[in-house]
């Protein structure tokens, strides 16, 4: 079944080197905060593909809870399969696909555990009933029905009725540490404007175009 295209061309923007910054973590910010301010409901969404030892590719969309310098923060059970295949295969891809501003970022690098202090300061920063059902999913797991979850939401309830929600043994956080990005840019004709920032032998970053 052929799927249907829009012919709308890709006008929003250009993107050249001279109005690249030299830092891809501040043309990142930059981008992010156009983002934030425009109508995408989940700016912070992206997916994440992870890879097995045998070399099977995982994809799923996550939400990054902060960035730096140092890297891209996101949470989750640390029993999950991407956790798993973290643990065999620790390079990682992200792709923030910002279709409504005809933009998307792709970074390659490696993920790595953030700090128990750090994945316990977001975790009581979480709304009660996000905290609970961290309790509650062996996620990844095979399950016979929602009822279960259902059954095991309200044992959890009754457990921590009386006091705080302790952070789960099982979870916490990753940060990305990125070797690559690229930015896109819509344009015209699919003739679009890519920037691939990698890291040269002198630790500074190299920004090349890419054939659309």
């Not at 933009?103 to 009581?124: D, H, N, P």
């Amino acid at each position: 079944m052929k799927t249907k295209e829009k012919t709308g061309q890709f006008t929003q923007s250009e993107l050249d080197a001279a109005g690249l910054l030299k830092n891809p973590f501040k043309q990142f910010e930059q981008w992010y905060q156009q983002a934030e301010a425009s109508d995408n409901k989940q700016p912070n969404a992206f997916s994440l593909t992870t890879v097995s030892a045998q070399g099977i590719p995982s994809i799923r969309t996550v939400y990054l809870k902060s960035y730096d310098q140092n890297g891209f923060v996101f949470y989750t059970n640390y029993e999950s399969r991407k956790a798993k295949e973290i643990a065999e295969n620790a390079n990682v891809a992200m792709l923030f696909p910002w279709l409504n501003m005809e933009r998307q970022v792709q970074i390659r690098g490696k993920a790595k555990k953030v700090s128990l202090k750090e994945s316990m300061t977001y975790f009581a920063s979480r709304p009660r009933g996000s905290r609970l059902g961290a309790w509650v999913s062996e996620q990844s797991s095979v399950i016979s029905s929602r009822k279960i979850l259902q059954m095991q939401l309200e044992t959890i309830k009754r457990k921590f009725q009386n006091g705080e929600i302790p952070l789960p043994s099982f979870w916490g956080g990753y940060r990305i540490i990125p070797e690559s990005f690229e930015f896109w840019q819509g344009r015209e004709h699919r003739l679009h404007d890519r920037f691939y920032y990698t890291i040269d032998e002198n630790k500074e970053w190299k920004i090349e175009r890419l054939a659309p």
